[in-house]
């Protein structure tokens, strides 16, 4: 497909998007989904594995209750119905780095069921209809040798670790979106991050879309402008940041009008997304072939989760997202505009945690959504993956509030800490950026300021206070930046007093 | 009950993925339309409000508490592996795509 | 070799009483495998180190007073299709030729911590699928009856090796009656107890929502005491049930008494008549008789969706089988196959299945796909889970009316090896009468009932119990064993005929009878 694709704005004037999000959590449960194999990330390869994960001959799997208590909860706060009974099946289907050849899963009996999630978009707020939410478990990992990307096509052969395995999954199903027009990339996008946020505070999960304990598949179709008839769907396949997925959902808006416009048909498959290049490229097609022969899994007993369990969860829920960001709204006395921008540059949690580290909200503020914000979309990545800590941004109000820095020398404090120079007390030492306020080293530069500036001074002395700005400017120059202002002032008032 | 076709018959080894030459084919396909004729008569046997019993016994809720026990070490997890190399199963090359 | 023919309950005894030691008994039973198996070839795999070790260490346990169990020291042999830490476990397939499992079944776990030796594995039809072990991979066992005849399946191995005092004990599986049917052709006893009341952990899976473990043995008692050391819950087993089992010795015993005074004994109407064998039926009848003689009250009682039994068990049983199977796919364990060229991970897997499975295997994962599929699903799957339960309904009704349930085990005798191999069907047929129990989960066994007079050869006595009244069987069991034995004068197996062993084993004082 060598035509140039429509741009974003035409495609949308003609077609409307429609949209389906499945996204897959992983939970941080201590142990495997049906067995006590630990889950933690980056061991060393199949040291987290027994006969179960490992679909040994004869092995049987358990279900671990903390999963399934964080399924519950998880439906519960996305307003779903807790199914009164229901089972794990079988998906059976062929891979090697699913060890049984099959997949426990849910089928048609999901632990939670109708449901939804209000994401908020530039002020309008759109309600994602929830399908399912349903538990699952993970497969192993391989790696490709051979061929030139490491990727899997063109690799001469794979080496597989099964310590994933096993791990609990939650895959949560939306309902097919719509009237979303031009922002559906962004109600994709926010959709993933409100998820993202209300699982952190159910604390069920990580959600660390870089290490893939949160993965997104992006179904979209397009219809003609004004017809409620759906399009053929593409499903793209494991967009794996908040970023990737507002991106592959416009590349795809604009992939499929450019085919739609053309006269060509939309072909229903499975499409992979590319982060380096922004594209989403074709993967296996959607088929009869792909029977997956579901039947409920003989090897464990349904679940019938009692109503005084559920209820109990419901009771413990955390606050609902809506209700915590206005509370943290008034807290922080944050006007709407200012906290819905907090919102779209994904800062709650980080002015949180840079608040509860000892900076003023407005300060945390400040620094995150204007400065690092900036930052992070020139590096094309998102705020959270700059490499600096709420910890460190408090640490750098606290050298401003000091008067140890200024602003000015704050942000090449930030350029310190973002290139790996270490904390920002070490940066401010190696970089020689603190603020001069030694009096000796001051009143030197004020002298030679009021030396060369005689008639400036002589104002000063007769009371025109105000001019005594251009004396400071004199002192900063000659201490490149790094004056206490405020002390300089009082130095010149002092020395040229009437 | 349809008789089952040997094109059938070798789809369904696909699924399955077992590779059947011909005379294989020729050989299995009649004897599963002569198994698959005689449990047709199952067909409408029960009435559509009889329950399905997946399970003999009828247990629910069996659960484990989330607590960690030892794994097997890697050296016995790879023990049977055909081909093993950097403490993982080596596997020939993959077709199709990445699940 | 007087020695060999004692059962269990008395060499446990003579254990107990220093008459014989693990070691000389355990080394009787290798003596006795070397002499004869190479003509009856129930074993797969024979630990004879292995098990020398563990009586050694269990007469260590016994001259210290501290026995693990009453069977501490009794040697065993476990089907191949349980995982054993350490040895082989093939499931009679190539596709697992050489495979050494990490880890123990809790069947064998408990084998172990009770103290029994494990003599080795038994030969079995591939991965279970089969009534006559012809299906192994590695050859057929022969009948110790007549060694041109099949032992039953898919068990032939364990049964056999009972049958021919090559161990006085062995585990089984029954999945549609792989422990009754072998039992009843090898003039044995055998018992699939009410569906998890065995621990599945580690028992590699047929049809997981039907397959149990289960004792084999010679008699009914040896059965009761293997069945209360294996037996019981199992937290690695989500279907094993979470309670105490019955007072299973306590009963057999009981029953031996011989009194059934109150017993209220059920015959099923559809188990019987067309297609059983005349001497089978005969001797089911004598039986039933023997029964009301000890004061038993018998009626008649009718099972209509039995006829029903055998399709959705052979759509059930591939369904499950189709995907439990599929891990066996070349890529972490097992046979790998590599065909020419540049072949992919999937062309391994299809070369690989191709070759390590048999023909039954593949008809059974074809047949279990087809009834997945979706297009299918509702037909077949979905009303053969309905026949399950009118099944069950059928039992439920029944045991209103009767305490047990009783019928002939099979319906013929054992038939001529290679006669049904390439006839599936005829095949299937065998397990008519031990299926409908597999489906509802309740417990059955299956006893000696004599010779069927055309043939000379043993025929089956299934008793059939709620879900778990497993004890019940032994009652009755223990009680038709009784009063059998007492007409013949002697166990059945005494009037088989002697295999000639190349080598007398050792005779040990005090063991002559």
């Known amino acids: 497909m060598t035509t140039t694709l429509m741009s974003y704005d035409d495609a949308i004037a003609a077609f409307d998007p429609a949209m389906g999000l499945e996204v897959h959590v992983e939970l941080n449960t201590a142990t495997k989904m049906f067995c006590g194999c630990p889950t933690e990330f980056g061991a060393e390869p199949n040291t987290q594995t027994c006969p179960t994960c490992l679909g040994l ?174 399009g053929t769907r593409t499903e793209t396949k494991n967009v794996n940041s908040l970023r990737s997925v507002e991106r592959a959902a416009r590349y795809e808006v604009s992939r499929q009008a450019t085919l739609l416009s053309a006269g060509e048909s939309i072909l229903q498959e499975t499409r992979h997304w590319h982060e380096d290049t922004g594209v989403t490229t074709s993967g296996r097609e959607k088929s009869d072939a792909d029977d997956y022969r579901y039947f409920p899994e003989p090897d464990l007993v349904p679940m019938a989760p009692p109503t005084e369990w559920v209820e109990e969860l419901r009771a413990a829920l955390p606050e609902p997202l809506r209700v915590q960001r206005a509370r943290l709204q008034a807290v922080w006395g944050f006007t709407d505009l200012e906290m819905r921008d907090v919102v779209a540059s994904d800062a709650v949690g980080l002015i949180e945690q840079t608040v509860t580290a000892g900076s003023s909200a407005q300060a945390a503020r400040k620094w995150w959504v204007s400065e690092l914000t900036r930052r992070a979309n020139e590096d094309g990545i998102e705020l959270a993956e700059l490499p600096i800590t709420p910890q460190q941004v408090a640490r750098i109000q606290a050298l401003v509030d000091e008067g140890s820095i200024n602003d000015k020398l704050a942000r090449q404090v930030f350029d310190g800490v973002l290139a790996g120079e270490g904390e920002p007390d070490g940066v401010v030492a190696a970089r020689g950026l603190a603020v001069v306020s030694d009096d000796a080293a001051l009143g030197e530069a004020v002298d030679r300021a009021i030396a060369a500036n005689p008639d400036v001074a002589e104002k000063i002395r007769d009371g025109k206070v105000a001019a005594a700005g251009a004396l400071i400017g004199a002192v900063m120059a000659q201490m490149r930046g790094q004056a206490d202002a405020g002390r300089v002032r009082e130095l010149i008032l002092e020395k040229l007093a009437p | 009950m349809p008789e089952i076709s040997r094109d059938e018959v070798r789809h369904l080894a696909d699924l399955a993925r077992i590779e059947l030459d011909d005379a294989e084919l020729d050989h299995l396909a009649p004897q599963l339309s002569v198994i698959l004729e005689s449990i047709a008569s199952i067909a409408g046997v029960a009435a559509a409000d009889i329950p399905p019993t997946s399970h003999a016994l009828p247990l629910t809720n069996v659960y484990r508490d989330d607590v960690v026990v030892p794994c097997l070490t890697a050296e016995q997890a790879l023990s049977g592996a055909p081909a093993s190399e950097q403490q993982r199963f080596s596997v020939p090359r993959i077709l199709g795509d990445e699940q | ?178 422990i009754r049917q072998p039992g009843a052709v090898t003039g044995t006893v055998g018992l699939k107890p ?28 040896d059965s009761a005491l293997l069945h209360e050391v294996i037996g019981g819950h199992d937290p690695l087993d989500s279907t094993s049930i979470d309670q105490p089992l019955p007072a299973l010795v306590a009963a057999a015993r009981d029953g031996a008494s011989g009194d059934l005074s109150g017993l209220r004994v059920g015959v099923i109407a559809e188990l019987r008549g067309e297609g059983y064998q005349a001497g089978v039926q005969q001797r089911f009848d004598e039986a039933v008789a023997l029964l009301v003689g000890a004061g038993a009250e018998v009626v008649e009682v009718s099972c209509p969706s039995f006829a029903h039994a055998l399709a959705a068990y052979y759509l059930i049983m591939p369904s499950e089988a189709s995907s439990n199977l599929a891990r066996f796919d070349a890529m ?139 004890d019940r069987l032994y009652r009755v069991g223990a009680a038709l064993e009784a009063l059998l034995e007492k007409q013949w004068g002697a166990p059945l197996l005494s009037q088989a005929p002697e295999l000639t062993p190349a080598v007398e084993p050792v005779e040990t004082s005090g063991g002559a009878a």
């Open chain 1, 57 to 230: 001959p004869g092995s049987l799997p358990v279900v671990n209750r903390k999963a399934v208590e964080s399924a519950i909860r998880i439906g519960l706060a996305l307003n779903c119905e807790i199914a009164a009974w229901c089972r794990f099946a079988r998906k059976n289907y062929f891979y090697p780095d699913m060890p049984k050849n099959f997949q426990t899963s849910q089928y048609d009996e999901p632990i939670a069921f109708d449901g939804f999630l209000d994401v908020e978009v530039e002020g309008e707020t759109f309600r994602v209809e929830i399908e399912r939410a349903h538990m699952e478990e993970d497969t192993g990992k391989s790696l490709h040798v051979g061929g030139s990307t490491g990727r899997i096509q063109g690799a001469d052969y794979s080496l597989v670790d099964y310590n994933r395995a096993g791990i609990p999954l939650i895959e949560i199903v939306t309902r097919p979106i719509t009237g979303m027009g031009a922002k559906a990339p962004a109600v994709a996008r926010a959709y993933v991050a409100t998820l993202r946020d209300l699982l952190l505070g159910l604390g069920v999960s990580d959600v660390r879309m870089e290490q893939g304990s949160m993965r997104c598949d992006v179904n979209l179709s397009l219809a003609p402008s004004g017809s409620d008839k759906l």
């Open chain 3, 332 to 470: 972490r364990y097992g046979l790998r196959v590599v065909p020419d060229g540049d072949p992919s991970a999937e062309d391994v897997m299809r070369a690989t299945r191709d070759a390590g499975f048999g023909d039954e295997v593949k008809r059974r994962i074809i047949l279990g796909t087809y009834a997945l599929s979706s297009g299918y699903y509702d037909a077949y799957y979905g009303q053969a889970q309905k026949v399950r339960t009118l099944i069950s309904q059928d039992f439920a009704a029944a045991f209103d009316l009767a305490d047990v349930l009783v019928s002939p085990t099979a319906p013929t005798t054992a038939f001529r090896i290679g006669e049904k191999l390439d006839d599936p069907l005829a095949m299937y047929l065998n397990d008519v009468a031990t299926i409908p129990a597999n489906l509802a989960g309740i417990p059955g066994i299956s006893i000696p009932a004599g010779l069927a007079p055309e043939d000379g050869l043993p025929v089956g006595f299934q008793v059939l119990a709620p879900a778990l009244a497993d």
């Open chain 3, 194 to 221: 009410t569906y998890g009341g065995i621990s599945r952990y580690g028992l590699v899976a047929m049809a997981n929502s039907l397959d149990q473990v289960g004792p084999v043995t010679r008699t009914v008692l």
């Open chain 3, 1 to 178: 070799m007087t020695l060999l023919k004692k059962s269990a309950a008395e060499f446990a005894a003579m254990l107990a009483a220093g008459d014989v030691t693990s070691v000389e008994l355990t080394q009787a039973c290798l003596d006795r495998i070397a002499a004869v198996d190479g003509a009856v070839h129930s074993f797969l795999y024979v630990d004879a180190e292995g098990a020398l070790a563990q009586a050694a260490a269990s007469d260590a346990r016994r001259a210290a007073g501290t026995p693990a169990s009453e069977l501490d020291g009794v040697p065993i042999a476990v089907k191949d299709v349980l995982a054993t830490q350490g040895l082989p476990t093939t499931c009679g397939s190539k596709i697992l030729e050489g495979w050494i499992p990490p880890y123990d079944a809790t069947v064998v776990a408990r084998l172990k911590a009770a103290g029994l030796p494990i003599l080795g594995k038994t030969n079995m039809d591939e991965f279970a699928m089969g009534s006559s072990t012809e299906h192994s991979a590695y050859g057929p066992t022969h009948n110790p009856w007549d060694l041109d005849r099949i032992p039953g399946g898919s068990g032939g191995g364990s049964a056999a090796a009972v049958a021919a005092f090559e161990a006085p004990l062995a585990i089984g599986t029954d999945t549609g009656g792989s």
